[in-house]
C-alpha cells in the first residue's frame, strides 16, 4: 500500500506559478513511476503529467500543458514535484498525486491515489 499526500495548492493569479509536492509513504518509492492528474469542476478527471521510475529524464505531459509544467522527483525524500508556470484560468481544478508499479499504466488507470489538492486560477 502507498499513501500519498499532496501540497502546494492555492489561488494564484494567472501567468503565476505554483509548486506542488506529493510524499509517499513508501520504502520502494523509486520503483513507482509516478504522476499527477486533475479535475476540474463538472469534468473528467485527466492526466497531466508523469516521471518515469527507472529514468527521471524521461517524462510525458499533457498536450495542455507542455511547455508550461515540469514534473520532477527526488528519491532520497520519496516527493514528487509538478512546478504550474504561467498559469491559466482553465488550469484551475483539484490536483491528485498517483502512482503506479506499471509505467503503462500511468496514464490511464494508477495503482494509487493522493487526496488531492486544490488550484485556483483567478484571470
Known amino acids: 500500500q502507498v499513501q500519498l499526500v499532496a501540497s502546494g495548492g492555492g489561488l494564484v493569479q494567472a501567468g503565476g506559478s505554483l509548486r506542488l509536492s506529493c510524499a509517499a509513504s513508501?520504502?520502494?518509492?523509486?520503483?513507482?513511476?509516478m504522476g499527477w492528474f486533475r479535475q476540474a469542476p463538472g469534468k473528467e478527471r485527466e492526466f497531466v503529467a508523469a516521471i518515469s521510475w527507472s529514468d527521471i529524464s524521461t517524462t510525458y505531459y499533457a498536450d495542455s500543458v507542455k511547455g508550461r509544467f515540469a514534473i520532477s522527483r527526488d528519491n532520497t525524500k520519496n516527493t514528487v514535484y509538478l512546478q504550474m508556470d504561467s498559469l491559466k484560468p482553465e488550469d484551475a481544478a483539484v490536483y491528485y498525486c498517483?502512482?503506479?508499479?506499471?509505467?503503462?499504466?500511468?496514464?490511464?488507470?494508477?495503482?494509487?491515489w493522493g487526496q488531492g489538492t486544490q488550484v485556483t486560477v483567478s484571470s
Open positions: 498517483v502512482a503506479a508499479a506499471r509505467p503503462g499504466v500511468i496514464t490511464r488507470k494508477p495503482d494509487y
Open positions: 513508501t520504502r520502494s518509492f523509486s520503483t513507482y513511476t
